[in-house]
């Protein structure tokens, strides 16, 4: 199958990350005959150094005419360290998710056997945990209006949601939920915030379309405990931007790294995939970055265009790094394997059916069972 991929490689590690993910893009390509074409595009605080904008008109061009997104990350100390910088990185990523309408972040969160002793949570509170975070990603306090002061002593950020961006996030978690265990957690503050009782009402009257599935409500705060002292309660957490981006990085902790945590954007165009984590800027050309996020996130690209058994066959090759100890210093402590090498190794063992084809097909979760 010929297919045209965006790639927006970004800043600080993203450039590394995404070229392993690549590598076994190009390695599931040949063993299964297809033919991926890569367009490499700017976006943020390099696209600002060659452009002056962090999300350039050519670079949306190039994603409204892919077929899918591939996003490493975004982020420059030398903009994170002055607050008074107009133009920055970050707005290159939202803006992109708003202008491709990318209104649904899902975000799997899982414990792997694999490194189960590994996590810094205890393993008879985290075994068996599999749940995935429905985030809404171009509403809230993101995106509603913004002010400073004249006198810089006050500043505001509006938090608005209609019922209709409500709905059409709710739906895919409602469906998502109808595939995996039937379970969605609504997460929000509302006890305190107008915006959401919205989404209580919206996604209560919603839930009457989908009866199988079970409702329940978790304040923000609760939600937060109840993800490290018992997550395996949760099937799909359903919540808007800002608590979905925070409750993500936490739930990292379970899986033993967020250099392990992919995502998939979607919404009314080309989606987007992209680790969660951010452009940690500290290991920028150490070659010590996990590339896994960003290889389960080609992987989720994979589910997208309906090569399942391509998916598959990278996640178990993932899954043989894990297993060998062929991993980053993240997850094991003054471990000779770089990002290069990891990468190798997931992007051989993916590319080599005798290998991959011995492998029983269970328990390959790593982010396997969502709509996307
Ligand atoms: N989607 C994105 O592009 C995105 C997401 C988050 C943050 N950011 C940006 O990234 C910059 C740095 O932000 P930050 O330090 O808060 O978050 P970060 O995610 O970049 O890093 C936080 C910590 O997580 C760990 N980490 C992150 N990625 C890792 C990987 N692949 N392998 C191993 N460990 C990893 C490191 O210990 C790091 O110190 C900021 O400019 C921020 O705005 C971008
Ligand atoms: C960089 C930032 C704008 C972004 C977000 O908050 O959405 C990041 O933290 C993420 O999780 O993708
Ligand atoms: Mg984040």
């Given amino acids: 199958m010929k297919k045209k991929i965006a790639l927006l490689p970004g800043d600080g590690i993203g450039p590394e990350v995404v070229n392993e993910a690549v590598k076994c893009l190009d390695a599931i390509a040949s063993r299964f005959g297809h033919d991926f074409e890569y367009i490499e595009a700017p976006v943020g605080a390099i696209a600002i150094d060659q452009t002056g904008n962090p999300l350039p008109e050519s670079t949306l061009e190039v994603c409204r005419e892919a077929d899918a997104i591939l996003f490493g990350s975004i982020g420059d100390p030398k903009y994170d360290d002055d607050p008074t910088a107009k133009v920055r990185p970050e707005q290159g990523l939202l803006r992109l998710r708003k202008e491709m309408q990318l209104y649904t972040n899902i975000r799997p969160v899982e414990a792997y056997p694999e490194l189960i002793d590994q996590s810094p949570l205890k393993n008879d509170r985290i075994a068996g945990t599999d749940f995935v975070i429905y985030r809404e990603l171009t509403g809230g306090i993101y995106f509603g209006e913004k002010w400073l002061s004249e006198d810089q002593e006050s500043a505001s950020d509006l938090c608005l949601y209609t019922a209709d961006e409500i709905r059409r996030i709710g739906h895919l ?200």
Avoid: C
């Fill in 173 to 372: 978690a409602f469906q998502a939920a109808e595939k995996r265990r039937k379970k969605l957690t609504l997460v929000d503050k509302a006890n305190v915030l107008e915006s959401s009782r919205l989404w209580r009402r919206t996604i209560t009257e919603l839930g009457k379309a989908y009866p199988d599935v079970q409702l329940d409500f978790l304040f923000v705060d609760n939600a937060a405990m109840q993800i490290v002292l018992n997550p395996s309660q949760f099937d799909v957490v359903l919540t808007e931007n800002m608590f979905g981006d925070i409750l993500s990085d936490e739930g990292s902790v379970i899986a033993g790294s967020i250099g392990l945590l992919a995502s998939a954007s979607v919404g009314d165009s080309t989606a987007l995939f992209e680790p969660i984590h951010g452009s940690f800027p500290q290991a920028k050309g150490l070659n010590i970055a996990n590339p896994v996020a960003s290889i389960l996130s080609a992987a989720m690209l994979l589910d997208h265009f309906n090569m399942t058994e391509e998916a598959l066959v990278l996640r178990q090759a993932v899954s043989q790094s894990l297993k060998q100890g062929v991993v980053t210093s993240d997850l094991k402590s003054g471990s000779p394997f770089g990002t290069s090498e990891v990468g190798d190794f997931i992007a051989d063992f993916a590319g080599d059916d005798s290998a991959s084809d011995k492998l029983n097909d269970e328990n390959i979760g790593l982010g396997k069972s969502t709509i996307i």
